[in-house]
């Protein structure tokens, strides 16, 4: 009786140690799962729509709510070599754009991330 009692109880125990490790290893799938989709959305957002300089120009002076004489002065430049710049008739010197980028609170590589 008493093995019988024993071997009843070795089966019962292995048992919930499956379905242990049966629930743990859902519960890793279903984290597992999450993770892949927040990832993607992360992926998502940090695709960015590719632009020509000037709309990228545009877009990183108008998102910090600055005007065109503001940034000219501020760099050193007129007015209409920003608004040039902005067009896509001209393009900035390489200091021009690394002075945008810092006044616009960003890396020249992040700018240049978002050109075609």
């Not at 279903?30 to 120009?57: F, H, M, N, Q, T």
Request: with cysteine; glycine share 4%.
């Amino acid at each position: 009786m008493k093995i019988s009692a024993i071997t009843s109880t070795i089966a019962i125990f292995f048992s919930l140690l499956i379905l242990v490790a049966f629930v743990t290893l859902i519960v890793l799938i279903i984290r597992a799962l999450l993770k892949y989709l927040k990832s993607k959305e992360v992926r998502d957002e940090k695709k960015v729509i590719k632009r020509s300089l000037g709309e990228a120009l545009k877009f990183h002076r108008t998102r910090c709510k600055m005007t065109q004489e503001f940034v000219a002065e501020t760099i050193g430049v007129s007015r209409q070599a920003v608004s040039k710049w902005e067009k896509g008739d001209s393009d900035p010197s390489t200091s021009n754009l690394f002075a945008l980028a810092k006044l616009y609170g960003i890396s020249v590589e992040e700018l240049l991330k978002e050109v075609e």
